[in-house]
């Protein structure tokens, strides 16, 4: 069955970075779209970013535009999301999840449990 | 960027009558590509609905979507005690950014 495990949040300063991870299985993983979506405590769900199944198109949210960046290792089954110049507003579970599509237009068909980032000093 | 508003932000029904929740784009979304999701008190959304109409896997059929351009609607039907959740509207046009409404909240 499809399984997706985020892994690398935490606590961290405003203005510092984490890595966060995504091991995939279950699934063709080298031909899907991997998205990351983030969801502050208490509020809806925001989408972060998305990278097509052979890494050469990512797109980003404006809010985190320039300090976010998105990458997949197809060999290893793994998404990452190399978050930079973290602010408060980052706070949030963070989820990673598998496009139906090869790209960005299929639909979040599976989704993982998410990761807990809390920025604060 | 296209916004996505949902409405209304809370509905209330009792069992076994029909939920219908809206979703509008502020601009005309291409090929339809609009989903709805559940979402559980501290589970991941699920996918119900893609492509604006189609029920993704194992979705019961009481859930049907419709709608086009920028216009879309969630209608559940004979609603039961586990669709008391939290819904989702997600549009992800061919031009990125893909963006989500604020979620409509279905209470008894």
């Known amino acids: 069955q499809v399984q997706l495990v985020e892994s690398g949040g935490g606590v961290v300063l405003p203005g510092r970075s984490l890595r966060l991870s995504c091991a995939a299985s279950?699934?063709?993983?080298?031909?899907?779209?991997m998205h990351w979506v983030r969801q502050a405590p208490g509020k809806g769900l925001e989408w972060v970013a998305v990278?097509?199944?052979?890494?050469?198109?990512?797109y980003y949210a404006d809010s985190v535009k320039g300090r976010f960046s998105i990458s997949r290792d197809n060999s290893k089954n793994t998404l990452h999301l190399q978050m930079n110049s973290l602010r408060p507003e980052d706070t949030a579970v963070y989820l990673c999840?598998?496009?139906?599509?090869?790209?960005?237009?299929?639909?979040?068909?599976?989704w993982g449990q998410g990761t807990l980032v809390t920025v604060s000093s | 960027e296209i916004v996505v508003t949902q409405s209304p932000a809370s509905l209330s029904v009792s069992p076994g009558e029909r939920a219908t929740l809206y979703c509008r784009t502020s601009?005309?979304?291409?090929?339809?590509?609009l989903a709805w999701y559940q979402q559980k008190r501290g589970l991941p959304p699920r996918l119900l609905i893609y492509g604006a109409s189609t029920r993704a896997t194992g979705i019961p059929a009481r859930f049907s979507g419709s709608g086009s351009g920028t216009e879309f609607t969630l209608t559940i039907s004979n609603v039961q005690f586990e669709d008391f959740a939290l819904y989702h509207c997600?549009?992800?046009?061919?031009?990125?950014?893909?963006?989500f409404g604020q979620g409509t909240r279905l209470e008894i």
């Open positions: 601009q005309s979304v291409g090929f339809n590509n």
């Open positions: 279950g699934f063709a993983f080298g031909s899907h779209g």
């Open positions: 999840a598998k496009d139906r599509g090869s790209k960005w237009y299929g639909g979040l068909d599976y």
């Open positions: 990278i097509s199944y052979e890494g050469s198109y990512e």
């Open positions: 997600q549009q992800y046009d061919m031009r990125p950014p893909i963006t």
